[in-house]
């Protein structure tokens, strides 16, 4: 069930929108808890927070990709908006298969374990064309090495007839991109996606993401552990702990003005070097596990601030500024 005063709530004609949703675990428990927000159109949307607190899930849920331990119990995924708005809820898996692709996208973190190995670069990027998108072998030839080209492969001639194994990571980073784009999606989802690649490979990566995101106006789910990328190159960001939403808003605005002391604590960290592989040394304990049945706010354990009112029941996200949303109780928490 969702709260009135969910995050990212009352735009206009969102490409996505993710209601109340709760995933639970084989075995028991949740592992997201009740994840609500919207993806405006052209817009970037960061979804920051540490190791295990649920970001993959919750770009697999909107994918329809969760693990088989996974599974939704409550809550909507709604892609697009008016006449074009599909119901992802119970999806069928021909629905999965005429949107993936098409409509929505994904690029993830190993970028090696998505391709073919024994299949070139250049058959590849241009099967999409020729299955999906019902292009013609020669156009779909020509169509591939003009994404190449898009996403900064120069020498798309030679490219095209490598296969997998003679790329670099982030050439092939590149690569899936391509793909991912190549049917002009309203929504790619990158979980990660330069975490595995070089420093200077990582700045190119995201400086290509944030070029097609303009070109192309689309809809971007960026997954990131830099909040240095999250001020650059994000529109609104969502801060996610142990399974659950913490606060929302405006990137420079959550930036700036953290409202939320997990998202305080993070930024205190961050200017501290990569956080990715860590949990927050400066605060003490770790986070619960996403799974963990807790009464109350999930972060109080750590929290230097925590009061009783804290423990006591849910606690609903409250507004702390225009479309800033943060689930705390207490009214103002310095940072
Ligand atoms: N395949 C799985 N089976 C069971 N539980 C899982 C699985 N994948 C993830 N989880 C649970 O969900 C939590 C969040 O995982 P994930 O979304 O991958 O985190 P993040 O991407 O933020 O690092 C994990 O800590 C784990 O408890
Ligand atoms: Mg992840």
């Given at each position: 069930m969702s709260l009135p005063d969910e995050p990212i709530t009352g735009t206009a004609r969102p490409v996505l929108r993710v209601d109340g949703l709760n995933a639970g675990v084989a075995g028991g428990g949740r592992a997201l808890r009740e994840v609500s927000f919207e993806i405006p159109r052209g817009e970037t949307v960061a979804l920051v927070g540490e190791s295990g607190s649920g970001k993959t899930l919750t770009c697999r849920?909107?994918?329809?990709?969760?693990?088989?331990?996974?599974?939704?119990?409550?809550?909507?995924?709604?892609?697009?908006?008016?006449?074009?708005?599909?119901?992802?809820?119970?999806?069928?898996?021909?629905?999965?298969?005429?949107?993936?692709?098409?409509?929505?996208?994904?690029?993830?973190?190993?970028?090696?374990?998505?391709?073919?190995?024994?299949?070139?670069?250049?058959?590849?990027?241009?099967?999409?064309?020729r299955v999906r998108g019902n292009t013609g072998r020669r156009a779909?030839?020509?169509?591939?090495?003009?994404?190449?080209?898009?996403?900064?492969?120069?020498?798309?001639?030679?490219?095209?007839?490598?296969?997998?194994?003679?790329?670099?990571?982030?050439?092939?980073?590149?690569?899936?991109?391509?793909?991912?784009?190549?049917?002009?999606?309203?929504?790619?989802?990158?979980?990660?996606?330069?975490?595995?690649?070089?420093?200077?490979?990582?700045?190119?990566?995201?400086?290509?993401?944030?070029?097609?995101?303009?070109?192309?106006?689309?809809?971007?789910?960026?997954?990131?552990?830099?909040?240095?990328?999250?001020?650059?190159?994000?529109?609104?960001?969502?801060?996610?702990?142990?399974?659950?939403?913490?606060?929302?808003?405006?990137?420079?605005?959550?930036?700036?003005?953290?409202r939320h002391p997990y998202t305080q604590a993070l930024l205190r960290v961050a200017s501290l070097g990569d956080w990715s592989r860590r949990t927050l040394e400066t605060i003490d304990g770790q986070p619960p596990a996403a799974a963990a049945e807790i009464t109350g706010c999930r972060f109080a354990a750590r929290c230097a601030h925590s009061a009783p009112g804290c423990t006591d029941g849910v606690i609903p996200l409250r507004a702390a500024g225009p479309a800033h949303f943060a689930r705390c109780i207490r009214d103002r928490v310095a940072a």
């Amino acid at each position: 069930m969702s709260l009135p005063d969910e995050p990212i709530t009352g735009t206009a004609r969102p490409v996505l929108r993710v209601d109340g949703l709760n995933a639970g675990v084989a075995g028991g428990g949740r592992a997201l808890r009740e994840v609500s927000f919207e993806i405006p159109r052209g817009e970037t949307v960061a979804l920051v927070g540490e190791s295990g607190s649920g970001k993959t899930l919750t770009c697999r849920a909107v994918l329809g990709l969760l693990p088989p331990a996974v599974a939704i119990e409550s809550g909507t995924v709604t892609l697009g908006s008016g006449e074009s708005a599909v119901d992802l809820t119970g999806a069928r898996p021909a629905t999965w298969r005429r949107l993936r692709g098409t409509r929505l996208a994904a690029v993830f973190q190993d970028p090696g374990s998505y391709l073919n190995p024994s299949l070139t670069i250049g058959y590849q990027v241009a099967e999409q064309l020729r299955v999906r998108g019902n292009t013609g072998r020669r156009a779909a030839r020509d169509r591939s090495l003009e994404l190449l080209r898009e996403v900064g492969i120069h020498d798309a001639e030679r490219v095209e007839r490598l296969y997998p194994f003679q790329l670099s990571g982030g050439m092939l980073q590149r690569v899936l991109i391509a793909i991912a784009i190549s049917l002009g999606p309203e929504l790619l989802i990158a979980d990660e996606v330069t975490t595995a690649l070089d420093t200077v490979v990582q700045a190119e990566i995201l400086d290509l993401l944030e070029r097609l995101q303009r070109s192309q106006r689309l809809s971007l789910l960026l997954v990131t552990h830099d909040l240095a990328v999250v001020a650059r190159m994000s529109h609104r960001v969502l801060v996610m702990y142990a399974g659950e939403l913490v606060e929302s808003g405006p990137a420079e605005e959550v930036l700036r003005h953290p409202r939320h002391p997990y998202t305080q604590a993070l930024l205190r960290v961050a200017s501290l070097g990569d956080w990715s592989r860590r949990t927050l040394e400066t605060i003490d304990g770790q986070p619960p596990a996403a799974a963990a049945e807790i009464t109350g706010c999930r972060f109080a354990a750590r929290c230097a601030h925590s009061a009783p009112g804290c423990t006591d029941g849910v606690i609903p996200l409250r507004a702390a500024g225009p479309a800033h949303f943060a689930r705390c109780i207490r009214d103002r928490v310095a940072a």
